[in-house]
């Protein structure tokens, strides 16, 4: 049960309790928790439908879906946000390993995580693998 507001202000006073109200258990698990979901499950992970991703809690826009392509690594993948600001990237060195986490700059919400070097045919050397829970599709009329 999300809307569209993005007023950032908003978005980062919300309480637990808030967000649990807003979002469904698996939702605030990935999102408010930095979860994963199981790959190869996401409604997005091999959509090609054209128009814009944006973040499932607040509805900020994230990506589009021209900056989307097959990585086969079992979520959806980026090559680049929609814009720099859209998305804060901080280290997270949980599980052992150095690793990007992304979170969307207007409520925080953990959307993925962020790697370099492995040799996509892509015009950066991102990959953006975002769990397709934390998006929601908004398709080109």
């Known amino acids: 049960m999300t809307t569209n507001e993005t ?9 637990d309790a808030q967000w649990r109200e807003r979002l469904t258990p698996q939702e605030f ?22 128009g814009v991703y944006s973040c499932r809690a607040c509805g900020s826009e994230l990506f589009r879906s021209a900056e989307k392509f097959h990585s086969h690594c079992g979520w ?4 680049s946000p929609l814009a720099g600001d859209r998305v804060i990237e901080r280290v997270d060195n949980s599980l052992g390993m150095r690793r990007v986490e992304v979170l969307c700059a207007n409520c925080h919400s953990h959307l993925g995580h962020v790697f370099e070097g492995e040799g996509y045919d892509t015009p950066t050397d991102l990959r953006y693998c975002i769990n397709s829970i934390s998006l929601r599709l908004d398709a080109a009329e």
């Open 29 to 50: 698990h990935v999102l408010r928790e930095a979860g994963t979901e199981p790959p190869y499950v996401g409604e997005y992970t091999d959509t090609e439908t054209v």
């Open 7 to 15: 007023n950032p202000q908003n978005w980062q006073q919300l309480t």
């Open 76 to 79: 959806p993948s980026f090559f």
